[in-house]
C-alpha cells in the first residue's frame, strides 16, 4: 500500500550533472515503502544525484523576493507594468496562512525599486522558468516565477 507523502514539504533536489552542477526541485507526490519508489512531479533522469530537502517558510519567502529581483535585473524595457508571478500550489500549501506575505514581499521589493506594476497569476503545479545550466528554460517545481512586461 503506498504511504502518502505531504505535497511539497520535502521535495528532492535533482542533480542531473553530478553534484557540483546545477540542481532541480521535485515535489513528492506520494511513496511506496514496499518498493522504495517515491513518485515526483516532474521528470528525474535516471543517473541523477538527488537529495532531500526540506522547505521553510522562511525560505519560501526569500525566493518570492528573489524571484522578483531577477525579474527586474533581466527586464529590458524601462516601465514595468505587469507582473505575472506563477508560484508552485506546495509553496502555497507549506504557507498556509502566510501565503498572502508572498504578494505583499513582491508588492514591496518592485516598489524599493521604482516600479509599481499590476500583478497577475496564480499557484501552479509546476512552473517553467529559466534553467540553471544551458538551456533557455525548465520544468520547475516548488518556484516562484516572475515575468514581467511593459514597456
Known amino acids: ?15 542531473p550533472h553530478g553534484s557540483d552542477g546545477p540542481f532541480h526541485l521535485r515535489a513528492v507526490l506520494d511513496s511506496d515503502l514496499a518498493s522504495g519508489s517515491l513518485r515526483v512531479a516532474g521528470e528525474v533522469l535516471e543517473g541523477s544525484l538527488i537529495r532531500l530537502t526540506e522547505v521553510l517558510p522562511e525560505g519560501i519567502l526569500a525566493g518570492s523576493t528573489e524571484s522578483a529581483h531577477k525579474a527586474l535585473e533581466s527586464y529590458r524595457g524601462e516601465d514595468p507594468l505587469l507582473a505575472f508571478v506563477f508560484s508552485c500550489a506546495a509553496r502555497k500549501w507549506v504557507l498556509g496562512t502566510r501565503a498572502e506575505e508572498e504578494i505583499g514581499l513582491l508588492l514591496d521589493t518592485f516598489r524599493r525599486a521604482g516600479v509599481e506594476p499590476a500583478i497577475a497569476g496564480g499557484y501552479c503545479f509546476g512552473e517553467i522558468g529559466p534553467a540553471s545550466h544551458g538551456a533557455l528554460s525548465e520544468f520547475h517545481n516548488e518556484t516562484c516565477v516572475t515575468v514581467l512586461l511593459g514597456r
Open 1 to 15: 500500500m503506498p504511504q502518502k507523502a505531504s505535497l511539497g514539504e520535502y521535495p528532492i533536489a535533482v542533480f
